[in-house]
């Protein structure tokens, strides 16, 4: 098993204004939205903001935005995860390079999977080839590319591992029928 059998969550698939007034009011809401539903969440996406001066290559960014999206950051009890492998998320003309897609968890995410390799025998499939897939281009591509390569191999890890599901559950419901009876 990978979850338990019940993980409330909330996840927010973001695309931020580049106006810094709309930001401001998305993080408000989040923030408002986060108090009323107090479960896991997750925000991904493209925030348009960094949090450093660090995470941006030939791009401006105002240290004033840069401060309010921290304070968001640590007001939502949210971990910015960091990246592994590369420091950039977008890769622009004119070598700009910037950090602005981020995937920032509560930290019932980090409970909910701190021990995923022990709950099942598929981690080591999904683990070897999640890893072992390079792409190119955005983050958001990236992460579609990686996600269908690995659906194409767990299915055919499944059908050996599992066998053919719906013949099983029908085989199940005839015996269950026939001890009815």
Known sequence: MWLAESFDCVIINLYASCNATGKF?????????RSEFPMSWC?????NI????????RCSQSGTDISYFNDFIDSSELTDLPLVGKKFTRYGVDAKRNRIDRFPLSLEWFLQFQNLSQKGDSYETVAENWNSTVSYGNAGHCLKVKLNRLKSQLKQWNRPTFGNIDTTIADLDNTIEQLDK
Request: contains cysteine.
């Open 43 to 47: 925000c991904a996406g493209d925030f």
């Open 25 to 33: 009011f998305l993080w408000e809401d989040i923030l408002s939205l």
């Open 50 to 57: 960094v949090k450093s001066i660090e995470e941006r290559k």
